[in-house]
């Protein structure tokens, strides 16, 4: 079954994400049942905010959902600060998107991203 399969995977360490939620056909009751780690809601949702400010039911019950099942949110297709702004304050962890970043090749992305991850080494002795 797909969830035997799914916790298979977790048990060699991998995580699973579902895609594109609230798009096209997606059972609640799978959310329920199958081991997942990541709830990515989808881009339509986040085009929604016009605002910081702005009044989303339907993006704040997938927010709330993703919580009440212990599940990490990430936003798909980030454009905008008043996007960050609200996906801050409604504490979604993990963002993508234009506001970030294009894609890339892999060599780019590495010389984009490595300055981003250097830290300084702690004081020899």
Same mark, same amino acid.
């Given at each position: 079954? !797909?969830?035997?399969?799914?916790?298979?995977l977790r048990?060699?360490?991998?995580?699973?994400? !579902?895609?594109?939620?609230?798009?096209?056909?997606?059972?609640?009751?799978?959310?329920?049942?199958?081991?997942v780690d990541?709830?990515?809601?989808?881009?339509?949702?986040?085009?929604?905010?016009?605002?910081?400010? !702005?009044?989303?039911? !339907?993006?704040?019950?997938?927010?709330?959902?993703?919580?009440?099942?212990?599940?990490?949110?990430?936003?798909?297709?980030?454009?905008?600060?008043?996007?960050?702004?609200?996906?801050?304050?409604n504490q979604?962890?993990?963002?993508?998107?234009?506001?970030?970043?294009?894609?890339?090749?892999?060599?780019?992305?590495?010389?984009?991203?490595?300055?981003?991850?250097?830290?300084?080494?702690?004081?020899?002795?």
């Amino acid at each position: 079954t !797909v969830s035997a399969k799914l916790h298979e995977l977790r048990q060699k360490g991998c995580q699973v994400a !579902v895609d594109d939620f609230g798009t096209g056909y997606c059972s609640l009751s799978l959310l329920q049942s199958l081991p997942v780690d990541y709830l990515k809601i989808d881009k339509i949702f986040i085009d929604s905010l016009t605002s910081a400010d !702005v009044d989303t039911p !339907v993006l704040d019950t997938i927010v709330g959902l993703s919580r009440r099942l212990n599940l990490t949110t990430i936003a798909e297709g980030v454009t905008a600060a008043h996007q960050v702004d609200w996906l801050i304050k409604n504490q979604v962890p993990y963002v993508q998107g234009y506001y970030y970043g294009r894609p890339m090749p892999a060599a780019d992305f590495y010389r984009w991203y490595s300055p981003l991850c250097m830290h300084k080494a702690p004081p020899g002795p």
